[in-house]
């Protein structure tokens, strides 16, 4: 499908595929918006707090996402590192340099991610919950063509803002996080992976299970005749037709579960995954799994546990700062999954919501195959269609379309422009500049670096995550529909994952992916529902088939196909 595709550089520098987040072509509507989002929340980022990096730019080439990484004070065009010596002046001499390096000793001086954090619990949090609530509440349905024009371009909005704001906070937890991690790998025995264990607990919005799930999960407990029904091996629709139906509790909560989290998107971050109002199977499954597990909310930290083990290898000239460092990482670590789960995840559920309506609408005049098709074409497109244009054509959206499906992530190239370099080692840069540096590259390698080991026939090689040995199913995830074969106890198997799996982690034993490091999404889940886990195998969705009997270990980094 590429043979024919001319991938060339978006820019100057070395770009390279984002496959965490981005892992396929990105749908027409969200394409700009996604890529001037993410550039202008990193740049915002990088402003505040100051250090070693510039800007991270994200761009598409032929629909596929690619980024880059600036340096403060490298030319545009600059292709790997200049010689030691004048990268040791430049540290010094260069004005930009000078004064970003001062930001980020100010920013730990200052802790800034402190008034961040009340910025985002204090104003931007409730915004974006409220918002989405008042676009939630509007009945598409009764919308006359035009004014759906305007509550897509509202949607369209809302979702640029809370993805410029899922960025804006990056360095947020970014600085703290890495700041202990350099630290207490210096001064323990301990692996990143045991030092990040004492997170466990501390990033709730990974649990997936909100108050509205734990609402229905004990409304439905508290009723025999509804948990009866529950338990039957009856078509999901008419369950959840017969929970709807009945006036009381259960129908109460059922109605406030679906309308917060049936909008959500689950299988990604792009208008083109799946809302999981989607799926009637998958609904039932996730309620079901609530009713078994019966979370009432009050997890308990796990990370707690394990502090006294890390702290007595710490020396005691030491030791008051390692704790203090701990505190501040742990202050900000819920933001890592925080801003997606009540931000960009509502945004772009509620965005596809009004693209499903419109391409509804066009679908009955014959103007679109699918309504799922909407998702490839630009507001200016849509507008013109409602409004009574012929193009696009339903024929040409729906290359767009199979284009994606099509295209075979493998055969994209995974570099652009010029050859990618190392990092500089820390000791180019002068001592007061090398906090941060060690802190922001920790942090980076830990969410994009996928693992070193190469796989051979029968083991699947990667990062061990979460130690423990689980044997199981494997369930190889690309969509919403293949969730839905998930059962109790099967091993996820995917690309990587988004926080909108987060509802199927109470379901699975264990979790693999081909892509992302020890921060990755996937990574933080299953510590904080204690599962075993290997991220970051490059090969593990090619090399594994949906069905085959698996054991991950958790602790090694490597998963065994048994059969």
């Given amino acids: 499908m590429?043979?024919?595709?001319?991938?060339?550089?978006?820019?100057?520098?070395?770009?390279?595929?984002?496959?965490?987040?981005?892992?396929?072509?990105?749908?027409?509507?969200?394409?700009?918006?996604?890529?001037?989002?993410?550039?202008?929340?990193?740049?915002?980022?990088?402003?505040?707090?100051?250090?070693?990096?510039?800007?991270?730019?994200f761009k598409a080439v032929n629909h596929v996402m690619y980024m880059s990484v600036k340096p403060v004070g490298a030319p545009p065009n600059a292709e790997g590192l200049p010689p030691k010596w004048l990268f040791k002046i430049m540290q010094l001499l260069h004005p930009k340099i000078r004064r970003w390096r001062n930001r980020a000793i100010q920013s730990f001086e200052n802790k800034s991610w402190r008034p961040h954090i009340e910025w985002w619990d204090r104003e931007e949090k409730p915004w974006a919950v409220a918002h989405a609530d008042e676009l939630r509440a509007i009945d598409l349905g009764v919308l006359s063509d035009d004014a759906l024009i305007a509550h897509l371009g509202d949607c369209k909005v809302f979702m640029k803002r809370t993805l410029t704001t899922h960025h804006v906070l990056n360095m947020c937890f970014w600085l703290p996080l890495g700041d202990f991690l350099s630290h207490a790998q210096a001064w323990t025995e301990c692996s990143l992976s045991d030092l990040l264990g004492l997170f466990e607990g501390y990033s709730e919005a990974s649990r997936g299970a909100g108050e509205q799930l734990r609402a229905l999960s004990a409304a439905i407990t508290n009723d025999g005749e509804m948990m009866a029904l529950v338990a039957l091996d009856t078509p999901s629709e008419d369950v959840i037709a017969t929970l709807s139906s009945r006036t009381g509790p259960v129908a109460d909560a059922l109605a406030d579960y679906l309308d917060y989290d049936g909008y959500r998107i689950v299988t990604g971050y792009d208008v083109a995954d799946n809302m999981i109002s989607e799926s009637p199977e998958m609904i039932m499954r996730v309620i079901r799994s609530a009713i078994e597990a019966g979370d009432d909310g009050q997890n308990e930290r796990a990370g707690d546990k394990l502090t006294a083990g890390v702290r007595a290898q710490v020396s005691a000239q030491h030791i008051a700062q390692f704790d203090e460092l701990l505190a501040e990482a742990r202050s900000t670590y819920r933001i890592r999954e925080e801003r997606g789960a009540m931000g960009d995840a509502l945004s772009t559920g509620l965005t596809r919501r009004a693209l499903l309506e419109a391409g509804k609408r066009l679908q009955s005049q014959g103007k679109l195959a699918a309504a799922t098709d909407m998702v490839d074409a630009t507001l200016d497109e849509i507008s013109a269609l409602l409004r009574g244009g012929a193009s696009p054509t339903a024929d040409e959206i729906s290359a767009r379309v199979q284009y994606r499906a099509d295209l075979d992530m493998a055969s994209v190239p995974q570099y652009l422009g010029a050859k990618p370099t190392d990092p500089p080692p820390a000791d180019w840069f002068p001592q007061s500049g090398r906090r941060a540096y060690n802190a922001f590259l920790v942090v980076f390698n830990l969410m994009f670096k996928n693992g070193d080991n190469s796989s051979d026939a029968g083991v699947v090689?990667?990062?061990?995550?979460?130690?423990?040995?689980?044997?199981?199913?494997?369930?190889?995830?690309?969509d919403m529909f293949d969730m839905e074969k998930i059962e109790d106890g099967d091993i996820l198997v995917a690309r990587a994952t988004a926080p909108s799996y987060n509802m199927i982690f109470p379901m699975i034993g264990a979790v693999v992916t081909d892509h992302g490091g020890l921060l990755c999404h996937a990574a933080i889940t299953a510590r904080?529902?204690?599962?075993?886990?290997?991220?970051?195998?490059?090969?593990?969705?090619?090399?594994?088939?949906?069905?085959?009997r698996l054991s991950v270990d958790g602790k090694s980094g490597e998963v065994r196909i048994l059969g």
């Fill in 461 to 478: 090689r990667g990062l061990p995550v979460f130690p423990g040995t689980y044997e199981g199913t494997a369930r190889v995830i690309e």
């Fill in 2 to 57: 590429t043979e024919n595709l001319k991938f060339e550089a978006p820019g100057p520098g070395a770009w390279k595929t984002e496959p965490i987040h981005c892992g396929r072509p990105i749908a027409m509507f969200a394409e700009a918006d996604i890529s001037r989002a993410i550039g202008e929340g990193m740049a915002s980022s990088f402003e505040r707090y100051g250090g070693t990096v510039d800007i991270i730019e």
């Fill in 528 to 548: 904080e529902f204690g599962i075993p886990a290997v991220v970051g195998c490059d090969d593990a969705t090619a090399q594994i088939a949906d069905g085959m």
